[in-house]
């Protein structure tokens, strides 16, 4: 079956401008996380979504991040006025419940790339 | 000091060669221990978990959880080229959102 999209897989814009990432989770996962991979950092998390509400956002870094999820199934997660240090890979996982534990599937990432 | 500590490598170790892998971590609310792989551009994807304390074995995997040390261990016998990747430890308790380390990068050379 399909895994965890993304798309792009990868973005390079230029400072100060609007970005907009995609990710199309499994079919009938509920739980939808969204994570940032810096060169040789571990996964950052951003936020957490449980259908279409968001009851975790305490990872975004700063209010230029924001993200939505409609139809509890397709998230965007949308960087305004994007600065240098927003050069990562963005992670999209999906997992089926919110359950403690619950394997989380991966996307391939969007490599963003700021100049 | 970081919740969870990983050492980034690179470990580099022989075709055939036993590897072990390592995080500590401070919180002592973790009670669930999970392994995942990450090849070069790819998703992680899950390898290996474990609930409290003990040893778990899959195939040439083996991950053991000592909560009293607060150290976990992800051991891989018989290492592959195709091993070669970077082996995040991730763990969670209290929380629906697991907490990831630096992850170590793997190369085992033919």
Redesign the interface.
């Known amino acids: 079956g399909a895994g ?1 999209s993304q798309s792009p897989s990868n973005k390079v814009t230029e400072k100060g401008k609007d970005v907009e990432l995609r990710c199309d989770p499994i079919s009938g996962h509920t ?1 939808l ?1 969204w ?1 940032r991979q810096s060169l ?4 950052e ?1 951003l936020i ?1 979504f449980q259908g279409n509400s968001a009851p ?1 956002k305490s ?1 975004l870094p700063s209010d230029r991040f924001s993200a939505e999820r409609t139809g509890g199934s397709v998230s965007t997660l949308t960087i305004q006025r994007t600065q240098q240090e927003d050069s990562a890979v963005y ?1 999209c ?1 999906s997992s089926l419940d ?4 619950n ?7 969007t ?1 963003l790339t700021v100049l | 000091q970081k919740e ?1 500590e ?1 050492d ?1 490598g690179p470990l580099s170790v022989p075709e055939g060669a036993i590897v072990s892998l390592n995080c500590t971590y401070s919180n002592s609310a973790f ?2 221990f ?1 392994w995942y792989r990450q090849y070069s ?6 390898l290996m ?1 474990t ?1 409290s304390s003990g040893n778990k074995e899959d195939g040439r995997f083996t991950a053991q959880v000592d909560k009293s040390s607060k150290y976990i261990s992800l051991f891989i016998r018989d290492s592959q080229p195709s091993d070669s990747a970077t082996y ?1 430890c ?1 763990m ?12 170590t990068s793997l190369i085992v050379h033919p």
Do not use: H
């Not at chain 1, 040789?40 to 996964?43: A, C, K, M, T, V």
């Not at chain 2, 551009?41 to 899950?46: A, I, Q, T």
């Open positions: 965890v739980a996380y994570y040789g950092q571990g996964l998390f957490y975790d990872g992670l996982a919110r359950q403690y534990y394997e989380q599937f991966f996307g391939p990432g490599r | 969870v990983q980034p009670q669930y999970m551009r790819k998703g992680p994807e899950l978990y609930y995040l991730a969670n308790g209290g929380s629906y959102i697991p907490t990831f380390g630096r992850g």
